[in-house]
């Protein structure tokens, strides 16, 4: 185990980089070992430029909610990437290309045509 995962708590909840026994998951080893190689505080100072970046960019988005003021929230970044196993990115994947598609055709017609509502 690297120290990296040592005092990480996942014992309450799937966790895709350690199974139940808090050892890393085979799908993690290789991504494990290049966090590492960063080490916390590399990782944690890469994690400061990116919300700043995204501070200075205004990457926004807003939250509406019934009986509430319009929210601004700030983009949120994981600069720890998911891991995705092919078997389940098969099935995702088929419906992230559906929903661009229907999204495609929706701002398609709102913004020409308007002939397929």
């Known amino acids: ?16 980089y350690l199974n139940s026994d808090h050892k890393l998951r085979r799908q993690a080893v290789i ?5 590492e190689r960063h080490g916390i505080k590399k990782l944690n100072e890469i994690e400061k430029n990116c919300a700043s970046t995204i501070n ?38 088929k419906g992230l290309l559906q929903r661009v598609k229907a999204l495609n055709l929706f701002i398609d017609d709102v913004y020409n045509d308007r002939k397929n509502f």
């Open 56 to 93: 200075a960019r205004g990457i926004n988005f807003r939250v509406y909610s019934s009986g509430k003021k319009l929210q601004e929230k700030k983009w949120p970044l994981d600069i720890i990437p998911r891991i995705i196993l092919k078997k389940d990115w098969t099935k995702v994947s």
């Open 1 to 16: 185990m690297v120290n990296l995962w040592k005092k990480y708590d996942s014992k309450k909840t799937y966790d895709e």
């Open 31 to 35: 991504i494990s070992h290049i966090l």
